[in-house]
């Protein structure tokens, strides 16, 4: 068994969508990035990479790359899954938590862990996704941007 550890931010910005854990999320604000900059979703990706010994997702999907630009982070999970699969790795369980001022998440967890089990083909029991606020401090506190860290815990097939 081996586990892996993610972490991702973007910032909020205007004219932007809100997706976290693939469900798009009515908001003022969405995050800003060259994919979907689902924080969630990229922390969950680096944590199973890592884990596997690979690289980070910037190395497998570059940011300057126009092939990534809007893509769906659900996709690019999808990929690590085949890389993962390659490698006879199978997944045991993911925790997760989003950091975040506002929107207030707990009604959207649920259809997150959904949308991400379908894509790695995992139940949802075996997915945590929580989310907490900073108290106002930093740059979540103040509402400037959304982070998200992951673990996960993989296991030879």
Not at 16 to 34: D, S
């Amino acid at each position: 068994m081996r586990v892996g550890i993610g972490y991702d931010v973007h910032s909020l910005t205007e004219g932007e969508k809100l997706v976290l854990g693939g469900v798009e999320i009515k908001y003022n604000l969405g995050l800003a990035g060259w994919s979907d900059a689902d924080v969630l979703v990229h922390s969950i990706m680096d944590a199973l990479l890592g884990a596997a010994g690979l690289a980070d997702i910037g190395t497998y999907f570059p940011p300057s790359d126009p092939a990534y630009k809007n893509v769906s982070s659900l996709a690019l999970l999808q990929k690590i899954k085949a890389m993962l699969d390659q490698d006879d790795w199978k997944i045991v369980n993911i925790d997760s938590t989003i950091i975040a001022e506002q929107p207030k998440l707990a009604p959207y967890t649920d259809q997150m862990k959904q949308s991400i089990s379908n894509v790695l083909e995992i139940n949802k029991s075996q997915i945590g996704i929580k989310a907490t606020t900073t108290e106002k401090m930093g740059f979540t506190g103040r509402g400037e941007g959304i982070a998200a860290q992951a673990v996960a815990l993989i296991d030879k097939k």
